[in-house]
């Protein structure tokens, strides 16, 4: 069987037609979604960007024990395990960070394809001076942030095709024309969009807010809310859901290449993203508080709904499709899932469980809840987690953590720490029957739920082998 995986970074689940958006457009998706095995609780495990995907690759909690830091070299990991095993593998992405800056995660493939230009990636130096969507004080970096260098790597675009999303899309395209005789490949595309900054083309844009005329506040800057307008936060809404659409319409040039190619009935295909972003929700918008100066300190905001919980859809060959399956999904799930679905071994380093048995209706949920969360390594007594168990969320931040620290991580603590508190009051737990939104902390009504939670919290990470001087200051709840 062959494999294709598709990772969209910053896809809000809530923001695709098959999970209910009936206003969004994404028709691709949307019959992928009807082919596919829907899951319904899939959340983020290790958090942000650059963890997520080693959970992918090596199945483990990142979290628990690593950092925003390259791809380990010791790691067993999935393009490897499927390369042993006969498999050729590919990897087609866009997404800087895991192929900038020596962090390998190009590891293990037969061959990789990185398009270049997306976000910080240092490609072009011209045009020298560029002019900016909006007023730079709006957008993360201000005016010598990753907006600039995203400007100026496409200042040559003319049309939809010149997209990162598109060229991406076409690239694992064309090779799977190429490779279209390969007895069994491993394609993973991982491309950023829809992660900002936003451009999609106006057409996209004007789905969903047509006309608008101010600012485009294209690359946001990670804080509260409030710096932007009503019309400027609807209008980066808008520019976001635009990109959503961009996706989908090169999701379904992929997809229907696969089928043209006569490969459905013997390719699986797996979509999923790393985390959403908060768009006014909680008074926020973006992942995290970022503060420039004097130096710069970013605190990952709590792990709420929209962030934490994921798209996940998986199509097997000639299964039938349609169906939503229940039970918690991690990142960590996939390795061991993929592996399973080739009929490989999975290696004892894998911390996740495979989903083939609920692919095949035989279990309800490999784990009692899940847990997402900010890397504790230097993360200090800041890292803030969320545990998600049948009807209930509880969002908890450790008081401590981790070995000693040398004085610039004290002081970043430090300096961590006022954000924190602007953003963190306490435990909270959420009733996600009687509260989705999550907008009424029950935690000093409901204080038993949140320690039962709590207590499955530290129960997980004794189980995963976290180390001591990170397990210990968790223990407690208060």
Same mark, same amino acid.
């Given at each position: 069987?062959?494999?294709?995986?598709?990772?969209?970074?910053?896809?809000?689940?809530?923001?695709?037609?098959?999970?209910?958006?009936?206003?969004?457009?994404?028709?691709?998706?949307?019959?992928?979604?009807?082919?596919?095995?829907?899951?319904?609780?899939?959340?983020?495990?290790?958090?942000?960007?650059?963890?997520?995907?080693?959970?992918?690759?090596?199945?483990?909690?990142?979290?628990?024990?690593?950092?925003?830091?390259?791809?380990?070299?010791?790691?067993?990991?999935?393009?490897?395990?499927?390369?042993?095993?006969?498999?050729?593998?590919?990897?087609?992405?866009?997404?800087?960070?895991?192929?900038?800056?020596?962090?390998?995660?190009?590891?293990?493939?037969?061959?990789?394809?990185?398009?270049?230009? %997306?976000?910080?990636?240092?490609?072009?130096?011209?045009?020298?001076?560029?002019?900016?969507?909006?007023?730079?004080?709006?957008?993360?970096?201000?005016?010598?942030?990753?907006?600039?260098?995203?400007?100026?790597?496409?200042?040559?675009?003319?049309?939809? %095709?010149?997209?990162?999303?598109?060229?991406?899309?076409?690239?694992?395209?064309?090779?799977?024309?190429?490779?279209?005789?390969?007895?069994?490949?491993?394609?993973?595309?991982?491309?950023?969009?829809?992660?900002?900054?936003?451009?999609?083309?106006?057409?996209?844009?004007?789905?969903?807010?047509?006309?608008?005329?101010?600012?485009?506040?294209?690359?946001?800057?990670?804080?509260?809310?409030?710096?932007?307008?009503?019309?400027?936060?609807?209008?980066?809404?808008?520019?976001?859901?635009?990109?959503?659409?961009?996706?989908?319409?090169?999701?379904?040039?992929?997809?229907?290449?696969?089928?043209?190619?006569?490969?459905?009935?013997?390719?699986?295909?797996?979509?999923?993203?790393?985390?959403?972003?908060?768009?006014?929700?909680?008074?926020?918008?973006?992942?995290?508080?970022?503060?420039?100066?004097?130096?710069?300190?970013?605190?990952?905001?709590?792990?709420?709904?929209?962030?934490?919980?994921?798209?996940?859809?998986?199509?097997?060959?000639?299964?039938?499709?349609?169906?939503?399956?229940?039970?918690?999904?991690?990142?960590?799930?996939?390795?061991?899932?993929?592996?399973?679905?080739?009929?490989?071994?999975?290696?004892?380093?894998?911390?996740?469980?495979?989903?083939?048995?609920?692919?095949?209706?035989?279990?309800?949920?490999?784990?009692?809840?899940?847990?997402?969360?900010?890397?504790?390594?230097?993360?200090?007594?800041?890292?803030?987690?969320?545990?998600?168990?049948?009807?209930?969320?509880?969002?908890?931040?450790?008081?401590?953590?981790?070995?000693?620290?040398?004085?610039?991580?004290?002081?970043?603590?430090?300096?961590?720490?006022?954000?924190?508190?602007?953003?963190?009051?306490?435990?909270?737990?959420?009733?996600?029957?009687?509260?989705? %939104?999550?907008?009424?902390?029950?935690?000093?009504?409901?204080?038993?739920?949140?320690?039962?939670?709590?207590?499955?919290?530290?129960?997980?990470?004794? %189980?995963?082998?976290?180390?001591?001087?990170?397990?210990?200051?968790?223990?407690?709840?208060?």
């Amino acid at each position: 069987m062959n494999v294709v995986l598709i990772v969209s970074d910053t896809l809000r689940r809530d923001r695709i037609g098959a999970y209910g958006c009936k206003w969004m457009h994404t028709p691709n998706m949307d019959r992928l979604a009807g082919q596919s095995h829907v899951f319904q609780d899939a959340y983020v495990a290790s958090f942000p960007t650059v963890p997520n995907r080693k959970d992918l690759m090596t199945g483990r909690y990142c979290f628990t024990y690593d950092t925003w830091s390259p791809l380990g070299r010791d790691e067993v990991i999935l393009a490897q395990c499927l390369r042993d095993g006969g498999y050729v593998t590919q990897m087609v992405n866009d997404t800087p960070h895991i192929s900038q800056n020596g962090f390998h995660f190009d590891r293990g493939f037969d061959g990789w394809i990185w398009v270049r230009g %997306q976000e910080n990636d240092r490609l072009r130096t011209d045009p020298a001076e560029v002019s900016y969507p909006c007023d730079p004080s709006k957008l993360r970096g201000g005016a010598t942030g990753s907006t600039r260098q995203h400007l100026r790597n496409a200042a040559t675009w003319r049309h939809e %095709q010149d997209h990162h999303c598109a060229r991406t899309f076409r690239e694992a395209a064309d090779w799977l024309e190429r490779n279209r005789r390969l007895k069994n490949f491993f394609l993973y595309v991982d491309t950023f969009d829809p992660h900002e900054p936003w451009d999609p083309p106006r057409h996209y844009v004007d789905l969903y807010d047509p006309g608008y005329e101010g600012d485009q506040v294209t690359y946001p800057r990670y804080d509260f809310a409030s710096y932007l307008s009503k019309a400027e936060l609807k209008h980066a809404h808008a520019l976001y859901c635009g990109e959503v659409t961009l996706v989908d319409r090169w999701v379904g040039h992929l997809l229907r290449r696969i089928e043209d190619l006569g490969l459905a009935d013997d390719t699986a295909v797996i979509l999923t993203t790393d985390h959403g972003f908060y768009h006014g929700e909680h008074g926020l918008i973006g992942k995290a508080v970022i503060r420039e100066k004097p130096r710069r300190v970013v605190l990952y905001t709590p792990l709420w709904e929209e962030v934490a919980r994921v798209p996940l859809m998986i199509r097997l060959p000639k299964a039938r499709g349609g169906r939503r399956v229940r039970g918690y999904a991690q990142m960590t799930d996939l390795m061991p899932t993929i592996l399973e679905l080739a009929g490989k071994d999975v290696p004892s380093t894998c911390q996740g469980v495979s989903l083939a048995p609920l692919l095949r209706g035989e279990r309800k949920s490999p784990r009692r809840a899940a847990i997402s969360s900010a890397c504790f390594v230097a993360g200090g007594d800041q890292v803030i987690s969320t545990i998600t168990m049948g009807r209930w969320s509880l969002v908890y931040a450790s008081p401590a953590g981790g070995q000693g620290h040398s004085t610039a991580e004290i002081d970043m603590i430090q300096r961590r720490a006022e954000i924190f508190r602007e953003v963190y009051r306490g435990p909270m737990l959420y009733d996600l029957k009687e509260d989705p %939104q999550q907008k009424r902390n029950v935690f000093r009504k409901q204080v038993p739920v949140a320690r039962r939670l709590h207590a499955e919290y530290v129960r997980q990470l004794e %189980q995963l082998g976290t180390d001591e001087s990170y397990v210990e200051p968790r223990r407690t709840l208060l």
